[in-house]
């Protein structure tokens, strides 16, 4: 008897044990961090850099999107302030000021066809890539993006700001400003590639738009609009103001769902956005 009621009170100590020791557990949070899988990482840069890039699309493919914005203003090249400042001097300011508007309007116009060929490129983001990008500053995942991308997004930007300047007259001026510059005395004239310029920077205004949208998301919880946004971001706060990085935990990466591979073997990531 006395043998049963010495295992019945240590059974109810033992009880009465662990169930103070998981309240005080839920109270001060768990000791071992739920973590996030990487596939949810890499599904929330994915959002990241879609959303940005719809976002900076309507921001600089509307009127005036390049034209009235400072940051991204097409302006004349330096290598032709000479020409153009001849020019002005004999009476053709007007044209030297419509070349610098079409410009930037042949920059919006093809920023508008633009979308298709970000959000394809940006599905390439691996899942080595993915931490680093996560943990980056509050342009890398843009910085990522444009490292891989420029190349491409050139080749195929060039014929759209091409044609785009041809319907907006833009060669013709050039060519007026060009041949009254050639006739005026001591004149050195020297070959520009206009379009090369101009599609140039149109990308550089557009990265740098798209920059601006991530930084948004990064800092501010308004701008987190899908629900991979808002958990992988926020995820990143909670771990910096611990002080440490974004990592998975054993428990996060062996609970994660299987995706499509590449030929890597890495998931390709499973955006929410439309």
Sequence with gaps: MRNTILAFTLALFSMTLNTGCAALQQYMGSSED?????????SGLYDALTVGSKRAVGQTSKEGGFLNNPLIRIEM???LEPVMNAVRKIGLSNQVDNLVKQMNHAAELASAEAIDILVDTIKGITFQ???????????AATDY?????????????????????????????????N???????????????????????ALQGLFKTVAQEEAKIREKVNFRTTP???????????????????????????????????????????????
């Design 228 to 274: 991979a946004l808002k958990e992988v971001f926020g995820f990143l706060e909670e771990q910096r103001a611990k002080g440490k990085e974004a990592a998975p935990t054993a428990k996060s990466e062996s609970g994660k769902s299987k995706g499509k591979t590449t030929s890597s073997g890495s998931r390709l990531p499973q955006g929410t956005v439309q």
């Design 77 to 79: 090249p330096s290598q």
């Design 145 to 177: 993006f444009r490292a891989r991308t420029t190349e491409q997004l050139t080749a195929r930007f060039s014929p759209i700001v091409d044609k785009k300047m041809h319907q907006l007259g833009v060669y013709d001026i050039y060519n007026v400003i």
């Design 34 to 42: 739920e973590g996030i899988t990487t596939q949810k990482v890499v």
């Design 179 to 201: 041949n009254a510059y050639a006739n005026l005395p001591f004149a050195n004239a020297k070959g520009f590639d206009l379009e090369e310029y101009v599609v140039d920077q």
């Design 129 to 139: 890539d993915a931490w680093a990008i996560l943990n980056g500053n509050d342009t």
